[in-house]
């Protein structure tokens, strides 16, 4: 089973667009990651996001390149403060993504993987994509990869 945990694609200032959309960058990174998600053969069966419009507007734009069976759809629970704790026995029984926020996601994975979500695990970036995968038995979740838009 794998769970991808994304940081929705930068948005534009709030001063700017209330509602914080997608900037231009930020449509430009989530179409690139979009593509070589695509080109890595990446599948998912289903794509939840927040309410809010940056992460719908990711989830959307990865729903139209991957396809899942499921639209996109909105999820409570996934906003930037929101507890992390009704997530730690996160069973998709398949391939979910979850299209949220920081400092929400960073401490999801520290949850699954370090079953803390106080430690720091992997730091996320805009438009990136960070799969968990858990085995089947006993154990936990561990990391099995990352895309970011950019190294460094």
């Known amino acids: 089973m794998a769970v991808y945990l ?3 694609g930068k948005s534009r200032p709030k001063e700017v667009d209330p509602d914080q959309g997608l ?10 990651m979009a593509r070589l998600a695509i080109d890595l053969g990446l599948r998912v069966d289903r794509i939840m ?16 390149a991957l396809k899942p069976e499921q639209s996109a ?9 929101d507890d992390v704790a009704p997530w730690q ?3 998709s029984g398949g391939r979910l993504m979850l299209v949220g926020h920081l400092p929400f996601m960073e ?20 438009s990136g994509i960070v799969c968990l995968e858990r085995e089947e038995g006993p154990g936990g979740w561990t990391i099995r990869w990352a895309l970011v838009p950019r190294v460094g």
Do not use: C
Not at 23 to 32: D, H, K, L, Q
Not at 49 to 64: I, L, P, V
Not at 107 to 126: D, H, M, Q, S, Y
């Open 23 to 32: 900037s231009g960058e930020g449509i430009a990174e989530t179409e690139r």
């Open 6 to 8: 994304v940081q929705h």
């Open 49 to 64: 996001h927040s309410g809010k419009k940056r992460a719908r507007e990711t989830a959307e734009m990865y729903a139209a």
């Open 107 to 126: 401490r999801l994975a520290a949850l699954l993987v370090a079953g803390n979500p106080e430690k720091t695990v992997i730091r996320f970036r805009n």
């Open 73 to 81: 759809a909105e999820a409570a629970g996934l906003n930037p403060l």
């Open 89 to 91: 026995s996160l069973d």
